[in-house]
Structures are given as C-alpha cells and as structure tokens.
C-alpha cells in the first residue's frame, strides 16, 4: 500500500526557554495547514513530549534550563535518529551551529531568524521525507522508512545524490560515482539500475581490481575456444551478460590501459570482440563505473585515458564518507542491528545512548563497511538485550574526537591534498567563508582564490 505522503502533516516541536518565542512561532505558522505543532520550553521537556508526540521535525534554542539545546540534540539522534533537528543559535554564538552540524543537526538558524527562511527550510524537510517515504512504501523493514532504494540515509548530502540518482537513472548517460572504499558506491549503481527503464534487464557488477590483467579483457568480452591454454570452450563476457542492462565497473582506475582502449570502443561503436575472435558482437549496455581513486590525477600521470575519462564522466556522483553525514549513524546502526539480530537470533532491542554516543563521535575510515562490521561483532558479543560501550571494540570506546579533520586520500597528491581539505572545512562551517579562512590560517582573499583554482563551488 503506497503512503499518500502529499496529504501527511509534518509535525514540529518548537523547543525555546522564551515564552514570547513559543507564542510569536505558533502565531506565524498558524495558518500553514501543511505543520502540525507542540511546543516545549527546555529539553528535558521536549524529550516527555516526544513519547506522545512523535515529531518529524524538532527545531530547538542552544541556551535554555535544563537541558540545552545540544545535549537534546544528542539524546533524540541517539533515541530518535529519524527526527530532523533544526538548531537556533544567537548570531554571536555560530561555533554552536557548526557544532550542531558535527553531531547531526539537518540545519541551522540564526536568532532572531525570518519564520519565512524556516517554513522553506520545513517544506524541503518535507519533500525529502516524502522521497523517503515513495521510495521505501513496498518494504517495511528496520531503516524502511528512511531508505531510498538500499541506501540508507537522511542528511542533505544523502538527498542531493537521492535527487542525482532520480535524474539520471531515466537516461542512458555513463555515470562515474567517487568516494572512498566503503560508502556504499555499488548501492547507488544498483539504485541507478533498478529506477531506470532497464530495469527488469540484468544488473551486472565487475570488480577489475580483483582481476589480473591477462584475466581482465576475456573476463569482460569473453573468449573464443582455443583463444588460450585452458580455453576449452567459448564464454560469453560480462559485457554480453549485461546486453540491455546495466554493468558497474568498480575500481574502474584499476583497469590496464590496453583494456581501457576495447572499453572506449564499447562506448562509442557499442561492439567488442571476444578474446581469440575475429567476429564484431553488438551490445546495448549502461555503464555505470565506480572509483576510490583521483582519476583525473591518474590521467596526468598518464595512467588513465583522458579520452575514456571524459565519456564515463558524464554525470559524476561523490559518495560522502560516514564522517561527513554522522547524523546517518543512528540510523545505520539501528537498521544493522535489525539485520544481525535476526542472523544471530539474539534478543538484542536497542543501542544504549552512550554506545551510540561512541558510534557517532567515530570517524570511520572503514565508512558504512565499517560500521556494519562492528555492529555485527557486538550482536554476538553482547550479553544482554542492549548494546553498551562494553560490547564495542576497544578502538571504538576509547575513541574520542579528533578536533581536526581527517583526510583519507586515494594519493600523494597535495593539489588533492588541498582541495579537499578546503572543502572539508567549508562543509564543517557550513560554507562561512570568514570561519572557513580563520580555521585555515589564511586570509579570505586566498581562501577565494584557492577556491577558483580548484574549482570549488558550493552544491546546490
């Protein structure tokens, strides 16, 4: 049964110490018949009434009694991660608002804010959870109502690529989808795949960093009887597997040059010829690639076709790192736990607050693998029906906050180097040029220049 999300009511608990700030919001949004409202004037108070009242939205003040605004930041990503959390803070108080990122806030709001700027920001809250809700209506599983396809995820990061991958998915153009080992690149392709019009035709997934580079061309466009010792019989490729689907070559900066070549030929004539053959076979195949590498430095190094990179990269998608959306972690977490309590047939119901606490504040190197993996490991070392910090690895309960940035980069290079720290400390300010430059240790001026340079523009 399909959710008739156009007709739901987004719910809002206006949380704020200030009586006058209750009464003013509830006035100004009174006659938006799309918001249903509840008011809290602390956290410890918001938090009773989100028992009764499971709000959709919670937009909170960061000074109040109590409990401020932040630690119920915390306390609902830790109880409630599918809530969205608008946090308001003072106009001389802006390192709240970018703390209030790192632990998960949707977004933010300078006080005394424009009620007009919060019903845009409510209504795109609205229309991403309504994408949400028309993706995941036909499966009902842990994480189903925040899922889009198999991804999981509900930061703004996440529904810019939900957006990309709606797009895109109804054309035949290559996509190129980047992002470190780990992120879930190969759902996103799936996703692709599974909205497009090839749909019900094969999906077909390749790692070419798992094959050796005499296996790589008759693993994609087979091989002829004879074609090689050990050919004993002719074997249809992965290209021909794939004819009227879609094939995801992942690790596509692992693939040889000369293997680069028969690929350029597949893309601009669509024919190919098995290995040993002399016969030209046509194929209508997507293609989807997937990389944790710079492509564009491997093409100055001349490592990569630069031809071949501009036709896989007609659309290009960039995955976050799980560091990068920690307001997805509950989420990820408690969806994991749904999948391997059922594998281990343990009687776990939760995550204790603290333990989730452990989880967010971690960076992840390993992305969503990562947390998969320990959320498994704790299923089966876990004692009782919770998880605590206890039943976390060491590295996990120890780990506290870095206080800088972490960069895993895919090489040496310092042009990388630079550009993404650049665009990592613009993500944590939020692109505030002036908190960007004071963190950087350089002047606004070269801030915009290196911003030209790399051509650096924020997402839309």
Same mark, same amino acid.
């Given at each position: ?29 009174? &006659? ?18 989100? *028992? ?22 915390? !306390? ?9 959390? $608008? ?41 991403? &959870? ?11 599983? @842990? ?36 992002? !470190? ?64 689907? +879609? ?7 692992? $693939? ?50 630069? %031809? ?14 799980? *560091?990068? &959306? ?19 047939? &343990? ?11 452990? $989880? +967010? ?14 959320? @498994? ?13 206890? %039943? ?48 950087? !240790? ?9 911003? *030209? ?8």
């Amino acid at each position: 049964m399909k959710v008739q999300a156009t007709t739901y009511k987004t719910k809002v608990l206006f949380v704020d110490d200030e009586e006058g700030y209750r009464k003013s919001f509830n006035r100004a949004v009174r &006659r938006d018949k799309t918001l249903l409202v509840e008011t809290a004037a602390d956290g410890k108070e918001a938090l009773d009434k989100l *028992r009764t009242f499971r709000a959709d939205v919670v937009m909170t003040d960061v000074f109040m009694p109590n409990m401020d605004g932040l630690t119920l930041l915390k !306390e609902i990503k830790a109880q409630y991660p599918e809530i969205f959390v $608008l946090v308001i803070t003072g106009q001389g108080t802006i390192e709240n608002a970018v703390t209030a990122m790192k632990l998960g806030a949707y977004d933010y709001l300078l006080k005394p804010f424009d009620v007009e700027v919060a019903s845009i920001i409510l209504k795109q809250i609205a229309n991403h &959870r309504n994408v949400l809700l028309e993706s995941s209506s036909h499966e009902q599983e @842990q994480g189903g109502a925040f899922r889009f396809e198999n991804i999981i995820g509900q930061d703004q990061k996440m529904f810019r690529i939900y957006e990309m991958i709606t797009q895109v998915a109804k054309t035949n153009a290559s996509v190129l989808i980047a992002g !470190e080992s780990g992120t879930g690149k190969e759902l996103i392709a799936e996703a692709i795949h599974s909205r497009s019009p090839r749909r019900n035709k094969p999906f077909v997934q390749v790692n070419c960093g798992a094959l050796t580079e005499t296996l790589i061309n008759s693993e994609l466009f087979g091989y002829e009887k004879g074609a090689f010792t050990g050919a004993t019989s002719q074997k249809r490729g992965h290209f021909e597997a794939a004819d009227r689907g +879609t094939i995801l070559l992942d690790e596509i900066g692992d $693939l040889p040059i000369q293997t680069q070549v028969a690929l350029l030929r597949v893309l601009e004539l669509g024919s190919f010829q098995r290995v040993g053959g002399t016969q030209t076979l046509k194929v209508d195949t997507r293609l989807i690639c997937a990389t944790n590498q710079d492509l564009s430095q491997r093409v100055d190094e001349k490592r990569f076709r630069q %031809d071949l990179f501009y036709r896989i990269n007609v659309v290009s998608i960039h995955v976050p790192p799980l *560091r990068e &959306r920690r307001s997805d972690i509950p989420l990820l977490a408690k969806y994991f736990l749904g999948r391997y309590r059922k594998e281990t047939q &343990r009687e776990i119901t939760s995550i204790s607050n603290s333990a989730m606490k452990r $989880l +967010t504040e971690c960076d992840w190197p390993g992305n969503v693998r990562e947390l998969a993996n320990i959320i @498994q490991r704790a299923a089966v070392f876990c004692k009782g029906k919770e998880i605590r910090p206890e %039943d976390l690895p060491e590295g996990i309960r120890s780990n506290r906050p870095s206080g800088g940035i972490t960069l895993q980069l895919p090489s040496r290079s310092l042009h990388l180097a630079e550009s993404t720290l650049i665009k990592r400390t613009l993500d944590e300010t939020n692109w505030n040029f002036k908190q960007t430059a004071k963190a950087l !240790e350089i002047a606004r001026g070269t801030l915009y220049s290196k911003m *030209r340079k790399y051509q650096i523009e924020r997402p839309c």
